[in-house]
T-cell receptor
Framework: ETGVTQTPRHLVMGMTNKKSLKCEQHLGHNAMYWYKQSAKKPLELMFVYNFKEQTENNSVPSRFSPECPNSSHLFLHLHTLQPEDSALYLC?????????????FGSGTRLTVV | GESVGLHLPTLSVQEGDNSIINCAYSNSASDYFIWYKQESGKGPQFIIDIRSNMDKRQGQRVTVLLNKTVKHLSLQIAATQPGDSAVYFCAENEQAGTALIFGKGTTLSVSS
């Protein structure tokens, strides 16, 4: 365990479903991130939260909706996804944003959209 | 746009050999660099980092070299072991940046 826990580990959903991914960290970090990892592509930054405030939305489609109720929890709400959204979704946290702060990653949620 | 990339998608070595994984970056404003290791079924794990005011940093069996002149970063693994088999990513961040930007990754395969 890295200290960042993601649930569920695997998720299969239809294109009309609504589901949520959950991320939890108890490292005392103030910044949390969502990354998308597709085959043969670099990790793509999706969202950044710093002290519960969203500081970056990397042109992510509105069918992905993040929520950060507190510094320890981060959600990614999914609705009307497309098959090309199938990927590994990784959550990470760091002490704060900016250079010099390494990230701790969770194990990811493997999402399959059918 | 700015990007971080790796020279080779795969690297195969024999157990006991030294491994060198390379990464080229294009953002001259990058200030902080990290190497991550990702094993199958797991998220990326921190290996070693380096700031732009350094050109070398050593850890346990790993060394990171930074050449700012040619914007090149490398990870050296000494006496490579089968447990080192994984995908290795470099990542960078600007001083005023928000989040790490990752390269594509190099798959290291270690045979006994």
């Amino acid at each position: 365990e890295t200290g960042v826990t993601q649930t569920p580990r695997h998720l299969v959903m239809g294109m009309t479903n609504k589901k949520s991914l959950k991320c939890e960290q108890h490292l005392g970090h103030n910044a949390m991130y969502w990354y998308k990892q597709s085959a043969k592509k670099p990790l793509e930054l999706m969202f950044v939260y710093n002290f519960k405030e969203q500081t970056e939305n990397n042109s992510v489609p509105s069918r992905f909706s993040p929520e950060c109720p507190n510094s320890s929890h981060l959600f990614l709400h999914l609705h009307t996804l497309q098959p090309e959204d199938s990927a590994l979704y990784l959550c990470a946290s760091s002490s704060r944003t900016g250079a010099g702060y390494g990230y701790t990653f969770g194990s990811g949620t493997r999402l399959t959209v059918v | 746009g700015e990007s971080v990339g790796l020279h080779l998608p795969t690297l195969s070595v024999q157990e006991g050999d030294n491994s060198i994984i390379n990464c080229a970056y294009s953002n001259s404003a990058s200030d902080y660099f990290i190497w991550y290791k990702q094993e199958s079924g797991k998220g990326p794990q921190f290996i070693i980092d380096i700031r732009s005011n350094m050109d070398k940093r050593q850890g346990q069996r790993v060394t990171v070299l930074l050449n700012k002149t040619v914007k090149h970063l490398s990870l050296q693994i000494a006496a490579t072991q089968p447990g080192d088999s994984a995908v290795y990513f470099c990542a960078e961040n600007e001083q005023a940046g928000t989040a790490l930007i990752f390269g594509k990754g190099t798959t290291l395969s270690v045979s006994s």
